[in-house]
């Protein structure tokens, strides 16, 4: 009887579990759900998790990372460069020749690197694999979207395309890494969302108002306010203030990166 009895017990408590991680499930699937944005236009969300929860539900991808991979890609493409996006993962070199493209170099040496000023004069057509931890790797993990890449530089004319092709849009700063993994909030992806987004017509959700609002308070002075932000200061102290400058040029480019085929290239380019 005891035995019986210890049965039914565990039977019950097992049951009770199984409702309870079912509920558990069910309240977190539902609380994500007010993660999403659905009822706005224009989106805007930080980093893997933006990409995860926004890429699925949205027309057009807008990825950006201010310092450096969105305004490095911005200068290359406008030169009618290809740049493959990589993860800093994996064989990066067995890639690229899978590719029939050349590696970026590490940020101070010779040839193309992550800065932004390494570009100036690439050769049209040149195929470069371009490693980040922050813009790159977003844009390997964005699917089969429409996916561009924006800047301060090419904000307008991000802007014009995305709209033209879709009416929800989803913009991702891309942020930092602390040396943990986790994310870094980047004062100038947020800016640089900004940027973009007051260019976007449709109903704004908070997040991207609140971006919207970020860029209008520092637009006046925007070098001045990067500069002083932890990324500016960090490139700045390693001797790269003129990739912070060129970052920092508002609407310079009309350069409109999209990634096609595992590519970005200037696709207002190809349309002349």
């Known amino acids: 009887m005891k035995k019986i009895l210890a049965m039914f017990c565990l ?29 706005y236009d224009v989106r805007c969300e930080w980093g893997q998790q933006g990409i995860k929860r926004l890429a699925p539900i949205s027309d057009v991808i807008i990825i950006v990372d201010v310092l ?34 050349i590696v970026a170099n590490q940020r101070g040496q010779a040839g193309y690197t992550p800065s932004p000023v390494s570009f100036n004069v690439i050769p049209t057509g040149t195929r470069l694999v371009l490693p980040s931890s922050n813009g790159a790797t977003l844009s390997c993990l964005a699917g089969n979207k429409t996916i561009f890449l924006g800047c301060l530089r090419n904000a307008k004319a991000i802007a014009n ?11 991702i700063p891309a942020g930092e890494r602390y040396p943990d993994r986790t994310i870094r909030f980047a004062t100038e992806d947020f800016i640089g969302a900004g940027a973009i987004i007051q260019y ?13 609002a970020a860029y209008n308070n520092v637009k006046n002075n925007l070098y001045n306010h990067i500069k002083g932000c932890c990324s500016g200061k960090k490139l ?3 001797g790269f203030k003129k990739d912070v400058k060129c970052a920092c040029q508002l ?4 350069a409109v990166p999209q990634l096609v085929n595992g590519a970005y290239r200037n696709v207002a380019r190809i349309k002349k």
């Not at 976007?200 to 919207?212: D, I, Q, T, V």
């Not at 609407?251 to 009309?254: A, L, Q």
């Open 11 to 39: 039977g019950i408590t097992l049951v009770i579990a199984a409702n309870a991680k079912k509920e558990s499930s069910s309240e977190r699937d539902n609380s994500f759900r007010f993660l999403d944005q659905t009822e």
């Open 68 to 101: 450096s991979f969105s305004t490095s890609v911005d200068v290359a493409t406008a030169r009618g460069a290809y740049i493959f996006p990589h993860t800093k993962e994996g064989d990066i070199h067995a890639f690229g020749k899978s590719v029939g493209a």
């Open 161 to 171: 395309v995305a709209m033209k092709l879709g009416k929800t849009i989803a913009v």
């Open 200 to 212: 976007l017509k449709g109903n704004l959700s908070p997040e991207a108002k609140n971006a919207r």
């Open 236 to 238: 700045i102290g390693r």
């Open 251 to 254: 609407d310079e480019s009309n």
